[in-house]
Every structure is written in structure tokens, then in C-alpha cells.
């Protein structure tokens, strides 16, 4: 198992914030999208682009690419933020997110941006794209294939019961290269996730239908990256990872506040969140 250096935690944690920076000025130029999810899956985003990925930015359509499904389309601000971080379109194009003509809607768009695996918005149905992804890789290349299926979920859209037939399904092809994240923020859009559709004991419930399953820090640079890490080295079963996050991290207006799961920061308040997100950046700074 490798474990990262403390310059590679530095450069990751500085790359996060980056993009919570990013997001920042994405919504509150659009003046739409949806807030508290984005920040919250900056930390997860980040080491998947950045340290985990098999891909490559310059050639988004590499035959051997892994596969990243993000059926949470909403939370598409924190996923454009990445891949601007990874080199797939320059960081101006990000301040056109959801006007008219942009390659960045306010669901990703398979057609409109290379890089983009599915067009994602009715919640619930990445889990079964990334299954027949899966399925028809094993189907061509049997078990010489070397790639891996990544599927980045909310714990909202678990009220789906197309989520739960896709993770049946996954673990009775025992499709090993399936790598899942839940975003286990505790809200939706209407209120708390535990008020609306309780859904512990959550890695129970996985495990019992044959997923090695394991709860993470969604903040910890090191423990996300391990998680996926021992994840790759899986053989036998798909991998669930439940990413414990804080909606709206890194901005404490935001923090915690299921109100901000569809809202976005006036011009005073996207101000603010940028002057709390150059503090961390001093913070990140001081302890390097």
C-alpha cells in the first residue's frame, strides 16, 4: 500500500481549495447552481483526478481511460473545477457554467464536453450505467482489463430504489473494478437526510449484499486516498466508500446547512467565501 508524501498531501490540499475557489465564482457568476454538495466533494474530486485516475486530460477519448460516472449531476461544479485542475479545458471557460452555448450546463452533457462519460440529472441511475459499463467491458476484454469504474453518488439519491437493483446487480457479477462513493453530507434538498428517508445503518446494508465497504473522513486527504487505494487492490467484490463530508466545507456560512444544497452566494457572500477560503490557504501554508 502506498501512502503519500507530505509535499503530495500539501499539493492536494492546496489543489482542493483551488477548487473550492473556483466553485465560488462559478455559482455566484451563474447566479444558479448548487452549492453545499460541490464544496463538500472538493477533498474526494481531488485525489480521484489527481493522484488515483488512470486518464489523460490531453486526450480525453484514451481507449484504456478508466471511467468516472457522476450520477449526482447537480453537484457538476465541483467536477468542471477538477478537470480544469487536470488540464482538460483552461479555468476561463469555467465562469460560462449554465449560460447558454456553454459546454458546462448544470448537468453534465456527454456531447458537449470531452471527458464527460454520461449526460447526468434524474437522480439514481449512475450506479446502473456504470454496471453496463462494466458488464460490456468484461464482455470484450474478459479479465485482462486493467480499468476501473468509478461512480460518485449522493446520500439523498439512496431514496432510489434504481440505486439499490444497480448494487445488487454489481455485487452479483462480482464486478471488482466497480469503485463507489457515497457523499454521506446528511442532506438533501429538502432537510435532513435522517428527518426525510433515514438510511443508517448504511454500511451495514452494502455489506450484507456482498460490497466491501468501508467510512472515510471525506476531508482527509490520506484517508481518501487510501480508501481508494485499497479499493483498486480489490479482487473479489465491488468497493463502496462512504465519504463522511460537510456540506458547504471550507466556507462557514454554508457549513452544515442543507438550505445551501441548491442555493448559491449573493456577490457578498461569494466575497466573503473567498476571503474564508484565502485563510485556509494560509492555514495550508503554515502547516506545510
Not at 478508466?66 to 482538460?88: F, K, Q, W
Not at 479555468?91 to 460560462?96: A, F, I, R, V, Y
Amino acid at each position: 500500500m502506498s501512502t503519500l508524501t507530505e509535499k503530495e498531501i500539501y499539493e492536494l490540499e492546496k489543489s482542493a481549495n483551488r477548487i473550492r475557489k473556483h466553485i465560488i465564482r462559478m455559482l455566484t457568476e451563474a447566479r444558479s447552481g448548487h452549492t453545499a454538495g460541490s464544496l463538500g466533494m472538493a477533498d474526494v474530486f481531488t485525489v480521484l483526478y489527481l493522484k488515483v485516475l488512470n486518464h489523460r486530460p490531453n486526450e480525453p477519448l484514451w481507449e484504456k481511460r478508466d471511467r468516472v460516472v457522476l450520477s449526482n449531476g447537480h453537484i457538476c461544479p465541483v467536477l468542471y473545477a477538477t478537470m480544469t485542475e487536470a488540464g482538460y479545458f483552461p479555468e476561463e471557460e469555467l465562469m460560462t457554467l449554465r449560460k447558454l452555448g456553454s459546454r458546462l450546463q448544470g448537468h453534465p452533457h456527454r456531447e458537449h464536453l470531452p471527458g464527460i462519460e454520461t449526460t447526468s440529472g434524474p437522480l439514481g441511475c449512475g450506479l446502473s450505467q456504470i454496471a453496463g459499463m462494466a458488464i460490456a467491458d468484461r464482455m470484450n476484454h474478459g479479465d485482462s482489463s486493467e480499468r476501473y469504474f468509478y461512480c460518485l453518488l449522493s446520500d439523498g439519491e439512496l431514496n432510489s430504489g434504481n440505486i439499490w437493483e444497480a448494487g445488487m446487480l454489481v455485487a452479483k457479477e462480482r464486478l471488482a473494478n466497480v469503485i463507489a462513493v457515497v457523499d454521506r453530507n446528511n442532506i438533501q434538498i429538502d432537510g435532513f437526510t435522517q428527518d426525510i428517508m433515514p438510511l443508517e445503518p448504511l454500511k451495514e446494508k452494502w455489506e450484507s449484499w456482498g460490497w466491501s465497504t468501508v467510512e472515510i473522513d471525506g476531508h482527509d486527504i490520506g484517508h481518501i486516498t487510501e480508501a481508494f487505494m485499497r479499493a483498486k487492490l480489490e479482487k473479489e467484490k465491488p468497493s463502496m466508500i462512504i465519504a463522511k463530508t460537510i456540506p458547504g466545507k471550507g466556507v462557514s456560512e454554508f457549513e452544515g446547512k442543507y438550505e445551501w444544497h441548491g442555493k448559491v452566494p449573493d456577490e457578498e457572500q461569494g466575497k466573503k467565501a473567498l476571503e474564508e477560503l484565502d485563510g485556509i490557504d494560509e492555514e495550508i501554508e503554515r502547516g506545510k
